[in-house]
């Protein structure tokens, strides 16, 4: 999922945010017992030059050396982490239970080549598999992308593969741009958009290769409720964002989160994406996944429990900055943070963040998004389209 230099509007959409209701949803209130997975996002892998000497930057922090990633694969075999695949994940996503301690799953977005010449040998090498997330556009693709017959080796050895879309867009942007002049698209074309991207993604990647694409990686990881209604109608068995935290098993099925690794992911900051710890949460608003229209809204999370934790540290996060004036009432147990100027519309990703009296790190994680909501009756009857079909096919 290499994110390509966007244009202001994209990025903006990208650092944004969205709400739904009035009242908060449930959110994950995770079990005493239960174990964070964490499912890991990587790119390309090649050794890259410094394109600036002084301040040793890499020119794609997409890329990671084959290296770096070994010694990734390395500690997760010394510290026997329980590296699984993608579908032995999904059928622990689908039975509700909690997974092993440390689990691990292992993905790579867009479909790079360099999976196949540098990973796969490596990936074997441990004993593990990934799962790669391909797009139509990058299928066939050039040189530098797999083709069909490296997929099907892949998997004949118990590599995995899913869809991340047609074209890698932004799911949940409705602007567009033709004859080169931006436009918003109306309900209609955006859910036919959305339509094409999503399940005809997977109808075009199976009949490429062969393979079921039982899930989806969204591309820059943005996803709502209208794109999720989208990956149900497909039949896709579950979602992954690149919101970089856990997930337990109380985690939206279609709201995975995934952490993902760059071109300075050294070693000690790969052992700190295991050192995160869970934030017991039991509600949140603007929900997971939602889309509201309100500009200036209050952002809400209920703490299930906040023992062992340091009280005067619990804060909300929006994207990198940490909001300080973020209220925090151990009585309620509810945390605010009141906006007093207009967001900007778009995806916004959201997270509480607290220590405890060891100075150890926590947080829950989410995504929500500020925009214009779909006809709801168009989206369901475009939703529910090849559900109906099928059904009759069945009778």
Not at 286 to 306: T, V
Request: net charge positive; charged share 30%.
């Amino acid at each position: 999922m290499k994110i390509k230099k966007l244009p202001a509007i994209l990025a903006v959409f990208l650092t944004a945010v969205v709400f739904m209701q009035a009242s908060g949803s449930a959110a994950p209130q995770m079990k005493d017992e239960e174990s964070p997975v964490n499912i890991l996002c990587y790119h390309r892998f090649e050794q890259r030059k410094i394109t600036d000497p002084k301040k040793k930057v890499f020119g794609d922090i997409y890329y990671i050396s084959p290296d770096m990633f070994e010694e990734h694969l390395k500690y997760l075999k010394e510290n026997k982490y329980n590296v699984i695949s993608m579908s032995e994940y999904v059928k622990i996503v689908e039975s509700g239970k909690s997974a092993p301690a440390n689990t691990v799953v292992i993905t790579v977005d867009d479909g790079y080549r360099s999976v196949y010449e540098k990973a796969y040998p490596l990936l074997k090498k441990y004993g593990y598999t990934a799962t790669t997330y391909l797009y139509n556009n990058f299928l066939p693709g050039g040189k530098n992308a797999l083709n069909v017959a490296q997929i099907k080796e892949m998997a004949a050895d118990g590599f995995e593969f899913g869809s991340h879309s047609a074209t890698h867009p932004i799911l949940t942007l409705k602007q567009k741009t033709k004859k080169g002049k931006k436009y918003l698209m109306d309900d209609r074309e955006y859910l036919k958009f959305l339509e094409t991207e999503i399940v005809g993604s997977k109808e075009y990647l199976e009949d490429k290769t062969g393979l079921v694409m039982d899930t989806i990686a969204y591309p820059y990881g943005a996803y709502s409720e209208e794109v999720i209604a989208f990956v149900k109608k497909a039949g896709y068995k579950a979602g992954f964002s690149v919101v970089p935290s856990y997930n337990t098993a109380e985690t939206d099925k279609y709201a995975l989160k995934r952490t993902m690794l760059y071109n300075n992911s050294d070693i000690e900051k790969f052992k700190k994406i295991f050192e995160k710890r869970q934030i017991k949460i039991k509600s949140v608003y603007p929900p997971d996944s939602a889309i509201i229209e309100e500009r200036i809204p209050a952002i809400k999370a209920e703490l299930a429990e906040d023992a062992g934790l340091n009280t005067a540290t619990i804060k909300f996060m929006m994207g990198r900055v940490v909001l300080k004036d973020s209220v925090y009432n151990p009585d309620t147990k509810m945390l605010t943070y009141e906006y007093s100027t207009k967001m900007t519309l778009g995806t916004h990703e959201v997270r509480v963040i607290a220590k405890d009296d060891n100075d150890r790190s926590y947080e829950y994680a989410w995504m929500f998004i500020i925009g214009k909501h779909a006809d709801p009756e168009l989206l369901r009857k475009q939703t529910e389209k090849k559900q109906v079909k099928e059904v009759e096919n069945n009778g």
